[in-house]
């Protein structure tokens, strides 16, 4: 048998077969080693991941994941929901715990049943008495209690002092129930003693 000469033409194509031989070799096992460490994703075969999404198969959009502006609040539930948190305030800060049941009768239809059972067993609760001289809600964009329905607004009361006013903050946490807003969560934000500085 004759050996390989690549001075002939018919050696320098077998020269060159054997060359991209070589090298198909190589580059293929070398992608699909990859591939299978997880480098690399083979464009034909379908991802592993389900919420990857390409042009030539959109998938259908789910309904258990909305997107950060598909918020179930809305604007006007905000707007509906912020009277009800004033009102639960001025109530709140009105009255102290030897008025409880007079508290409770009042605020009853603006609470959840778990927030008035709170009030209830607390035995500081509810803060009072203060004057309520006016009310101002701010609003709290807060997107994870959103995502879950509720509305979060701040309220700042005015009260009266020794020497003229200030103000105290409350977070008020609402949510809905049978289509109505209710104070779920009251939280103090900021609230001096009454006759300190």
Do not use: C, H
Not at 35 to 50: H, K, L, T
Not at 163 to 173: A, F, H
């Amino acid at each position: 048998m004759r050996g390989f000469n690549p001075d002939l033409p018919s050696g320098r194509r077998r020269l060159f077969l054997l060359i991209l031989l070589v090298f198909m070799v190589v580059g293929f096992g070398t992608r699909y080693l990859l591939i299978g460490w997880g480098w690399g994703q083979q464009e034909d075969a379908p991802s592993s991941d389900p919420l990857a999404k390409t042009d030539a198969q959109p998938g259908p959009t789910s309904e258990k994941q909305p997107s950060q502006s598909d918020s179930p609040v809305t604007a006007d539930d905000r707007e509906e929901a912020q009277p009800i948190a004033k009102k639960f305030v001025e109530a709140y800060l009105a009255q102290g715990p030897k008025e409880k049941a007079e508290f409770l009768k009042e605020a009853d239809p603006w609470m959840t049943d778990s927030l008035q059972s709170e009030i209830e067993e607390d035995p500081a609760r509810p803060v009072g008495p203060v004057k309520v001289q006016s009310t101002e809600a701010t609003e709290v964009q807060d997107y994870q209690r959103e995502q879950s329905g509720q509305v979060v607004w701040n309220v700042w009361a005015t009260v009266p002092k020794e020497n003229g006013t200030y103000e105290v903050v409350y977070e008020v946490i609402l949510s809905q129930e049978k289509g109505d807003w209710l104070v779920q969560e009251v939280n103090q934000v900021e609230y001096p003693e009454l006759g300190g500085e």
